[in-house]
């Protein structure tokens, strides 16, 4: 037998076990951007290197480091996986000028790629489910977005994910405390670890997201982008706390978060939890009002936020206690030769009653298929035997709970199935 071959690091594949927690989650987030009226935006997977490079930025970790770029091979263009979809997304608006008549509110799910070191709630191949509200300037989507998480988190079941904000002011601002922190970094030149010192003339602000437990001192100690803040920048994120004090959200102000991306201005914000290990900012977003313009489209603000679905997932199977989800409502157990054919019948006529009928396949004894059924997770076994299939009928037992096993006519089956076998 030769070598079997595996995925390829870093990418997963989703089990059938695990198929029922991601739908649950993609349907209730659908669900529930639906209900704030943002539509969904699907664009390919693979884009032109430039699109990347110029949105987020070159001096960026994703930029220079974790794309997947590739040469196409009959024309020579640059292509890359996509590492993440906002550049995409205003991509799309400006291509088909989904902003000639106003704002978008667009929402995207799907699959981001980016060549990191793996490990827990990291990975290369993964999953963000994001929304972006185009052409919006105020605060007031800041805080719709913000309290569209606080209202899925809810929705999901979740609890103790926290919010920070902050907001990175206007450019001009940023380019003031930009100066500020140069200063104040190269004074302490050599308390900086070598990715610091690689920052600190090309991304100074990134030094403030560093991981690294030795430089939290020194960051702690760093001047405050809050006191370069320009008036309108103070003003719009005052009136978004604001608005989402009055929606009833508690939150933190973290001066330290910048976002590892370039074209984030004003409001930035997150959502972290404490119970994912070193991975525990579960939905990321902000403003980024130059972005537009900076591809190529007509000056218009944008906001919006990305969740890593992995690390969502993980969340609610951590919080997981009832029943598994996307079991079988039956599970059908035959055999013998005229049986064959009428738990066909039968498992048709329950499919059309919109009852979830697994049959069994493969043949086997009587208790090895009951054992299957226990293992599926039904709650009822529909049996078949030649008896039931001479007289039009169908056994049924209960694997959840005690109950006399009842058989009966395929009607009354039905009436059992659907209303859940209580009368
Ligand atoms: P980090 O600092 O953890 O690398 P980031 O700033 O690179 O995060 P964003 O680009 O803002 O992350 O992406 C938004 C969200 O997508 C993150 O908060 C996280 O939940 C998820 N995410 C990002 N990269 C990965 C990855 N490699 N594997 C799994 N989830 C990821
Ligand atoms: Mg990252």
Redesign the pocket.
Known sequence: MSEPIQAIR?MNDVLPDDAPLWQFFEDTVQALLERYGYRRLRTPIVERTELFVRSIGEVT??VEK?MYTFTDRLNGDSLTLR??CTASCVRAAIQHNLLYGGGQKIWYSGP?F?H?RPQK????Q???V?AEALGYGGPDVDAELIVMGARLWKDLGLDGIELEINTLGSSEARARYRARLVQYLEKHQDALDEDSKRRLHTNPLRVL?S?NPAMQGLIEAAPRLIDDLDEESLKHFEDLQRLIRNAGLEYRINPRLV???DYYNRTVF?WVTTRLGA?G?????GRYDGLIEQIGGKPAPGCG????????IALIAESQTAKPLGAPDAYLVWSGEQAELHAWTVAERLRDAGVNVVMHSGGGSFKSQMKRADASGAKWAVIVGDDEAARGQASLKALRELKEQATVGIDDLIGLLTNGGDD
Not at 121 to 124: A, L, M, Q, T
Not at 281 to 285: D, F, L, S
Not at 305 to 312: I, S, T, Y
């Open positions: 870093g970790d994703i974790e590492p993440e981001m980016r990191e709630g990291r990975y290369r993964f999953h963000q994001g997201d991981k976002r590892g991306l997150e991975q900012t579960v939905c990321a977003g936020f990305a969740m890593g679905v992995e690390r969502l």
